[in-house]
């Protein structure tokens, strides 16, 4: 069973400017800046150069918010932390694809 971990309001366009997309997250356009730098959220530059965010990445946004706050570490390290949260989950996901093809008892 899986839930959503941000509500996502209803969004009828296809990509969020920085502004639509700071005030979806609730993070300040400046910061939003920094985490697109340090490659935590996925943009792109559009014909006149302002940023644009799919809107998976307000998801994405809430779950480096959350962390940031639970753990008490800064955004740069952010990067590494979500990288091995989701090798984690990875790992966790071919265990259970696994014990479900050769019936092996799980480790838990």
Do not use: C, K
């Amino acid at each position: 069973m899986t839930y959503p971990l941000v509500r996502l309001a209803r969004l009828d366009i296809a990509h969020l400017d920085l502004e639509s997309f700071s005030r979806a997250t609730g993070l300040h356009p400046e910061l939003v800046r920094r985490l697109v730098a340090l490659g935590l959220i996925d943009a792109w530059r559009d014909s006149s150069g302002g940023l644009r965010f799919p809107p998976a990445q307000v998801a994405a946004a809430g779950r480096l918010q959350r962390l940031h706050a639970g753990l008490a570490v800064n955004y740069a390290s952010l990067g590494l932390v979500t990288d091995l949260l989701d090798r984690i989950a990875e790992l966790e996901a071919a265990l259970r694809t696994h014990t479900r093809w050769t019936g092996d008892r799980s480790w838990t």
